[in-house]
Structures are given as C-alpha cells and as structure tokens.
C-alpha cells in the first residue's frame, strides 16, 4: 500500500511541490518501499530515531528534523541532516552555526510561525522572525542558513480557519522573501490539510499516515 499511496499524492502535488515523508515510527522496511519508488526526502521528530535510521538506509537520503528541537541534541544530527523545520528561537540558531562550524558545513532550516492558537503549537510570532532575519546576530553567523519558514495550522476540520492560518504564513513569507534571495521554502500543510496549504502557496509538505498509514506510537 506504501507504493501505491506514495505515487498517489505525487500524481496530485504540483512537480513546485516537495513532498517530505513523514516516517517517524516507520520501520527501515517501510522507507525503503517509499525509496525504491524515488522518494528521498523523510523527516523524523526525534533526533535518536532519525539518527538510527540514518546509520541503517542509502546515504542519499536527504533527513529532515521536523518536531521540536532541543539544542543540546543538534551535535547528534548536525553531521548529516539536511534540513531542521521545527526551529522557535535564535538560541536554537546559535547552536545549529556552531554545530555546522564543526563539521565543516552550513544546516539549513526554517523558522516555525506561529499561526494556531492552539496552545500545544509551538512557534515564533510574525514580528519576531522578522526581528530575528534583520539582526546583526544572525547576520553574523556563517554556519547556518534560514531558508524560509515552517507552519503548523490548528487540529480542525473548519476550512475557514486553516485557509486563513495558511494565508497568514504566505503574506509573511511573500513580505521577506521580497528582499531575501535565501528565503524559498515555506513548508506547510499535512496528510489532512495538504491540498489546501498548496492552494495557499505552500511549496513544501510533510505527509506521513497518508504514505505509511497509521502511526505506531
């Protein structure tokens, strides 16, 4: 079923589209039935897992770190990953520059806006990524590139509401994108509301249950 549903949605997305699989908790057997059919992109919410799998499948596949990152565990997936979504405050971005220091490297990654009211989501305020992008601190870091931003809507089904969340992420990304040749991705939208964060401009999607079906947690 993993092939079948996997060249399902990339009949649906636009080629502008870069689909991540989402393949936390998934077996190395399932993301190599996804990898034999092309796809090489996967993210992972926990560095110890993503880790793991990255010691155990072809080295070209490109990690993603999508869940909350704590800083004292970037060390562990600085030497490989290819993009850090998940990133809520300039100390994480101290961390990550140094980390790339070490391993001779720039880490990309995506400052998370937050867009949802919901409590559990995390995620800096539109004002502040734009702080955070004009300082003098961040300009100063030579191991670290952000490349665009990351949003998570709110857990509802009200199409109202997400279009409006999503909306809000492209307006922002549109705003700083205009005088940032780095800024390309805005990654937004999951196996419930995909379609719709592509309708809103989302250049990027995570889909996991839809791929792998359901989670074991």
């Not at 990339?10 to 989402?22: E, G, N, Q, R």
């Not at 996967?42 to 990152?69: A, C, R, T, Y």
Request: charged content about 25%; overall charge positive; proline content about 1%.
């Amino acid at each position: 079923m993993i092939k079948e549903n996997l060249n399902k949605i990339l009949d649906k997305i636009p080629s502008s589209v870069t689909l991540v699989a989402i393949s936390k908790t998934k077996s190395v057997d399932d993301i190599l039935v996804a990898y034999n059919q092309g796809q090489r992109m996967f993210g992972e919410n926990k560095i110890q897992e993503m880790s793991e799998k990255h010691n155990l499948l072809p080295k070209d596949i490109k990690w993603h770190m999508v869940g909350h990152v704590q800083s004292n565990k970037i060390k562990y997936m600085a030497p490989y990953v290819d993009l850090i979504h998940g990133i809520d405050s300039f100390k994480s971005l101290l961390v990550i520059n140094k980390e790339g220091k070490k391993n001779k490297k720039i880490i990309k990654c995506l400052l998370q806006l937050k867009i949802s009211d919901e409590e559990t989501k995390f995620g800096l305020e539109f004002n502040q990524i734009e702080d955070i992008l004009k300082s003098e601190d961040y300009n100063k870091l030579t191991n670290v590139k952000v490349s665009g931003i990351m949003a998570m809507a709110s857990y509802t089904n009200n199409i109202e509401i997400l279009e409006k969340e999503f909306n809000n992420a492209k307006k922002l990304f549109d705003r700083i994108k205009e005088n940032n040749n780095e800024f390309k991705i805005l990654s937004m939208g999951m196996s419930n509301d995909y379609n719709l964060a592509i309708n809103c401009g989302s250049n990027m999607v995570r889909i996991g249950s839809s791929i792998f079906g359901s989670r074991n947690y």
